[in-house]
Each structure stands twice: as C-alpha cells, then as structure tokens.
C-alpha cells in the first residue's frame, strides 16, 4: 500500500435502505469523474458496527495544494453536476476531513 500524507476521509449518511441505489448511482456516475479527476481511491467501506447507513471513501494526496488541484478538477468537471443531481436525494448528511499521516508510525507499514 502506497501511504499519502494527507488523506481526504469522507463519511455520506445514505437515506435509510437507500445504500444500494447510493452504490449504483456513486458507481456509475461518480466514479467516471473521480477516477478521471482525483486518481486511484485508498478504499470504500460501508458500517458493519455502529452507526449505520455509513459510506465511507478515502482519497490520498500528496499535499494540500495537491488536493485542491483535483478537487477544482472535480468539481469543474463537466459530468459532475449529473452525479451530484442523481444522488442528492440519497444523502442525509456529509462528513468531510483532511488527515495528516504520522511519519514516525507509517513507517510500520509495508509499502
């Protein structure tokens, strides 16, 4: 696993028994742009424990002038708009932090 400095941990509240239509709609219409605009995700989760209706993704970036670079592309984006109109009625609530790694202990991990 390659480890980035700053990390965008994203956290959507889906519309209950709404998670699959989120997935699909994320899949289909976001992921295009995102892929195209931010780069290789770190991963995406959904809550087994605790709060539920929990989407999870994480993007790495290798400084903050870094994520702003691809967010502007992001949002500039012209396909972004349909993503954003298709799952606005699926999302209750968004949750967005940068996280800064720590170097002395990510040294731990196997790259």
Do not use: C
């Amino acid at each position: 696993m390659i480890i980035k400095p700053l990390v965008d941990y994203r956290v959507y509240t889906i519309t209950p028994r709404k998670m699959s239509e989120f997935v699909e709609v994320f899949n289909n219409l976001a992921m295009p742009v995102l892929k195209e605009t931010l780069g290789t995700p770190m991963g995406f989760y959904t809550t087994l424990v605790g709060k539920q209706n929990q989407f999870v993704h994480l993007w790495g970036y290798d400084s903050l002038e870094d994520y702003e670079r691809r967010s502007a592309a992001r949002d500039s984006h012209p396909d972004f708009p349909r993503y954003l109109a298709a799952s606005g009625h699926l999302i209750v609530a968004q949750e967005t932090s940068l996280i800064k790694g720590i170097d002395l202990l990510n040294r731990w991990i196997d790259s």
